[in-house]
């Protein structure tokens, strides 16, 4: 028997999973705009269709991508996000379950001057291609406390200065400028987590 996760109607989308409407509804409650599966694209051979774009317009015009999974990415699942990372020069990050304070976020960035050590070996073996040069980082949700905008802090292994003391949005620097706790934060979670999509409800918390 075969089991799949039940689609979900939120926002004028519908979500292939709860866990990607719950997303949808994290954006929402932190003012990120999003596109859900807006284009596909063809990786050589490989069909790939990412399920956001965010950013990519107005005061921030370089698009990210991401890719919602269950838990832990596969090999296959992994390399695939590589070649749209290298493809569009973009970042892909990688969801790894529903919105929380805990839930792990890989960041690839394109990079085209280094190999670094998380291509080598095993992680080249899943599909036919070669797969290019990117870096990687996990990253946090957090809110700087100057601009107030929500949004991913890397945590780059090769970088010295952490990742609390540097804004996307405002590029703010210093020690704590960056909120991982904020109550913003930690509200736009819940909102995520609690929201209920049965019978045509709007999740609360919500800026629909």
Same mark, same amino acid.
């Given at each position: 028997?075969?089991?799949?996760?039940?689609? %979900?109607?939120?926002?004028?989308?519908?979500?292939?999973?709860?866990?990607?409407? !719950?997303?949808?509804?994290?954006?929402?409650?932190?003012?990120? !705009?999003?596109? /859900?599966? $807006?284009?596909?694209?063809?990786?050589?051979?490989?069909?790939?269709?990412?399920?956001? !774009?965010?950013?990519?317009?107005?005061?921030?015009?370089?698009?990210?991508?991401?890719?919602?999974? @269950?838990?832990?990415? %596969?090999?296959?699942?992994? +390399?695939?996000?590589?070649?749209?990372?290298?493809?569009?020069?973009?970042?892909?990050?990688?969801?790894?379950?529903?919105?929380?304070?805990?839930?792990?976020?890989?960041?690839?960035?394109?990079?085209?001057?280094?190999?670094?050590?998380?291509? $080598?070996?095993?992680?080249?073996?899943?599909?036919?291609?070669?797969?290019?040069? /990117?870096?990687?980082? /996990?990253?946090?949700?957090?809110?700087?406390?100057?601009?107030?905008?929500?949004?991913?802090?890397?945590?780059?292994? +090769?970088?010295? !200065? @952490?990742?609390? +003391?540097?804004?996307?949005?405002?590029?703010?620097?210093?020690?704590? $400028?960056?909120?991982?706790?904020?109550?913003?934060?930690?509200?736009?979670?819940?909102?995520?987590?609690?929201?209920?999509?049965?019978?045509?409800? %709007?999740?609360?918390?919500? +800026?629909?």
């Amino acid at each position: 028997m075969s089991i799949r996760p039940i689609e %979900t109607r939120y926002n004028g989308y519908r979500f292939r999973s709860r866990t990607e409407a !719950r997303w949808a509804v994290f954006f929402d409650a932190i003012y990120m !705009r999003y596109h /859900y599966e $807006v284009s596909g694209y063809d990786l050589g051979g490989i069909a790939y269709l990412p399920d956001f !774009r965010l950013k990519g317009e107005g005061t921030f015009p370089h698009a990210e991508y991401v890719e919602v999974k @269950p838990g832990t990415p %596969t090999r296959y699942e992994w +390399n695939k996000a590589v070649l749209l990372c290298y493809g569009l020069e973009s970042a892909v990050h990688i969801f790894a379950g529903e919105p929380g304070l805990n839930t792990r976020v890989w960041t690839l960035e394109f990079a085209d001057s280094y190999l670094p050590e998380f291509l $080598v070996g095993s992680r080249q073996a899943d599909t036919t291609h070669a797969m290019p040069p /990117y870096a990687c980082c /996990y990253s946090l949700w957090a809110q700087c406390k100057v601009c107030t905008r929500i949004d991913l802090a890397r945590r780059w292994h +090769n970088q010295n !200065r @952490p990742p609390e +003391n540097y804004c996307n949005f405002c590029y703010a620097e210093g020690d704590g $400028v960056l909120d991982m706790e904020s109550p913003a934060l930690l509200a736009a979670f819940t909102s995520a987590r609690s929201a209920r999509f049965e019978h045509g409800e %709007t999740p609360e918390g919500t +800026n629909n």
